[in-house]
């Protein structure tokens, strides 16, 4: 009867030091976008939300050209889910990325448009992210486009 006691207690110790707190439900999202302006160096800062980054892979990515950052800006919006959608003027793709101890990695590229971005714009739309440019308007998820109208 000890024996079975004991083992209880050890199998019992063991799944409750295996489960982690678990904080839910949770929603990353901001409510609405960051316009940020690239700095010098390809960087940028956005201290309401606590992030920083560099962007010239993303702009070597979108233009095959490693300074194509100098004078530009990004827009930047996270979804519930926790996701960074990221675009800019004359992009033709929506970038989304997943953060990752201390890094972004980039989880999807959205086609957008063959001829880029004019004025591109992010709302939060739950469970969507609203890209607006002009009178086009889509609904991205983190994987893909999921409707819009011209």
């Known amino acids: 009867m000890k024996q079975l006691l004991v083992f209880s207690l050890i199998i019992m110790s063991f799944f409750t030091a295996c489960s982690a707190l ?34 010239t892979g993303l702009f070597y990515e979108e233009f095959q050209d490693s300074l194509a950052y100098k004078g530009k800006e990004i827009r930047l919006i996270r979804n519930n889910l926790g996701n960074y959608f990221v675009t ?51 609904n991205l998820t983190s994987e893909s486009i999921e409707g819009g109208s011209k």
């Open 88 to 138: 800019g003027k004359k992009f033709k793709n929506v970038y989304v990325f997943k953060a990752c101890e201390g890094t972004l990695v980039l989880e999807k590229k959205i086609f957008i448009s063959e001829f880029g971005l004019n004025e591109p714009a992010f709302n939060q739309r739950t469970p969507y992210i609203e890209l607006l440019d002009g009178d086009y308007k889509i």
């Open 22 to 55: 678990t904080l839910q439900p949770a929603n990353f999202s901001w409510p609405i976008e960051s316009v940020l302006a690239v700095d010098n160096e390809g960087n940028i800062a956005e201290d309401r939300y606590s992030i920083e980054f560099n962007t």
